[in-house]
């Protein structure tokens, strides 16, 4: 069953760190993996990106803060978040896609940062 596995999010306080994880079960030929967020009331938004030869893009309020990274033996992709702000408080999707056009989202994680 093609399936993301995410874990990490959590509360926290400003300034504090958080890691999140996503593992890609059953899914073949992975290119790209990232990280979206949906705060209340927003559209979903790109957080940071990573394709299958490392290359990386950020949005631009999670560049200096933020670093993702992958495992490709695991098929599992991270997003190191430190120096969080109220305004990082969002569910957290994690989304893969394949090299056949494929794009499968998991079922997000919650984020709260309190200040």
């Known amino acids: 069953q093609v399936q993301l596995v995410e874990s990490g999010g959590n509360l926290v306080q400003a300034g504090r760190s958080l890691r999140l994880s996503c593992a890609a079960r059953s899914i073949f030929s992975i290119n790209a993996m990232g990280w979206y967020r949906q705060a209340p009331g927003k559209q979903r938004e790109l957080v940071a990106d990573?394709?299958?030869?490392?290359?990386?893009t950020y949005a631009d309020s999670a560049k200096g803060r933020f670093t993702i990274s992958r495992d490709n033996a695991k098929n599992t992709v991270y997003l190191q978040m430190n120096s969080l702000k109220p305004e990082d408080t969002a569910v957290y999707y994690c989304?893969?896609?394949?090299?056949?056009?494929?794009?499968?989202w998991g079922q997000g994680t919650q984020v709260t940062v309190s200040s």
């Open positions: 990573i394709t299958s030869g490392g290359t990386t």
């Open positions: 989304n893969v896609r394949t090299v056949l056009g494929g794009s499968v």
